[in-house]
């Protein structure tokens, strides 16, 4: 597939996203998932990198836009002002999930409830052996699986019940039925993407981590999750792009210790493996360099980060592999002494210019404090 992209004059964009390719030429994107074809171009090039891809596939279908991909609805609206919006629910597939459990347990209707998550107590009484501890995998993964694509509503609920599979009981019944309850009525939720064109110029990737201590019920471990998009410069349109919720894997001591794996990620996995990855995409697709925001609502964390060491946090880097050096590179590069930091919003500091330095050295990364700019 590789050497197809190159003779079609598409090269490849990093080694990180095998299956993303660009033309420089046209300024178009092609995106290679199994045997899904996915391009995003100028309207005036489509049919010339159709032509010139059928010279080398043989395609089952024509090409034809994007309505359904891995089970995801997409529609496609362009507003009043310009921006397109596109949103993304997979409401057949939740119902069919659904039924599927409801036709398990003998019943016709949940009751409404507003949230996925059961906030109640664990009830010692309900320790014992659950009744769907057989069948609790199936049930989960489904809903897993659609929750990591366009319902990051359902996901801290959905992985947390999907690590007691092994230890199941009448409370993870309880918490499942809540689960299933909740997207029985929200079912037709949806992740709304918005930006305008005008936004080209000046769009920021927007990171914003997140952890509770001790989230984890049955450990002293903390639970951590990510939201990351696309941001226009005014922060009132974004394009969701990643998110994602996991278990903190060694036991954190204090709020400062969880926030701040959670803002790099073991082994440095959420900055390197998928935040930074996806803002050398990004910038090979607008054809400049991005700005990364980070939102993190834990000052001794960015206190840290901005040091590169902590004692307080200095056991970090052995127990939770977790790299204060490489995130402080990231935020607060070498140059950083040049500029008196300061606390803005990541609008401001977007379009502000910092003063004594040129545009080509201005900060790709900045940390701020949560609640600076909204989110979708």
């Given amino acids: 597939m590789h050497a197809v992209m190159k003779q079609c004059g598409f090269r490849p964009v990093g080694e990180g996203s095998l299956g993303v390719f660009y033309h420089p030429t046209y300024g178009a994107e092609k995106v290679v998932y199994v045997d899904d074809f996915i391009l995003v171009s100028p309207e005036k090039y489509e049919d010339t990198i159709w ?3 059928d010279c080398h596939i043989l395609f089952k279908d024509p090409a034809a ?11 496609f609206k362009t507003l009043k002002d310009g921006s397109l919006q596109m949103r993304t629910e997979a409401k057949e597939y939740l119902v069919s999930a659904v039924d599927e459990y409801m036709s398990e347990m003998g019943v016709k209707t949940l009751s409404w409830v507003p949230t996925p998550t059961l906030e109640d107590k664990f009830d010692s009484e309900h320790a014992k052996d659950g009744i769907q501890a057989k069948t609790a995998l199936s049930h ?3 809903i897993m699986y659609i929750g990591r694509l366009c319902r990051g ?3 801290v609920t ?3 019940l999907a690590r007691r599979v092994n230890w199941w009981s009448l409370n ?8 299933m309850s909740y997207i029985f009525h929200h079912a037709d939720l949806c992740l709304v993407h918005e930006l305008n064109p005008a936004d080209r110029e000046g769009a920021f990737l927007e990171y914003s981590p997140d952890a509770e201590l001790g989230g984890d019920p049955y450990t002293t471990k903390a639970s951590g999750g990510f939201w990351l998009e696309l941001s226009s410069p005014c922060g009132e349109r974004k394009w969701p792009i990643s998110f994602g919720t996991k278990k903190a894997g060694h036991s954190s001591g204090s709020t400062a210790d969880s926030e701040t794996w959670s803002l790099v990620g073991a082994l440095d996995a959420a900055l390197k493996r998928d935040v930074i990855l996806i803002l050398h ?3 090979v697709t607008l054809g400049r360099p991005v700005k990364l925001v980070g939102q993190e609502d834990k000052t001794a964390c960015i206190s840290a980060v901005k040091r590169g060491y902590s004692p307080a946090l200095r056991y970090l880097q052995r127990h939770a592999q977790v790299s204060l050096g490489f995130c402080q590179k990231v935020f607060h590069p070498y140059w950083e002494d040049q500029v008196a930091p300061e606390y803005v919003s990541a609008a401001a500091h977007n379009q502000k210019s910092w003063p004594g330095l040129a545009p080509e050295q201005c900060s790709k990364a900045v940390l701020l404090p949560t609640g600076s700019s909204s989110w979708a």
Avoid: A
């Fill in 51 to 53: 032509k010139e891809l």
């Fill in 281 to 283: 995409q990004i910038e």
């Fill in 140 to 142: 989960l993964m489904k």
């Fill in 65 to 75: 836009p994007i309505t359904r991909f891995l089970g995801v609805n997409h529609e």
């Fill in 158 to 160: 959905t992985t947390f």
């Fill in 153 to 155: 509503d359902v996901l």
């Fill in 172 to 179: 993870e019944d309880k918490r499942l039925r809540r689960l």
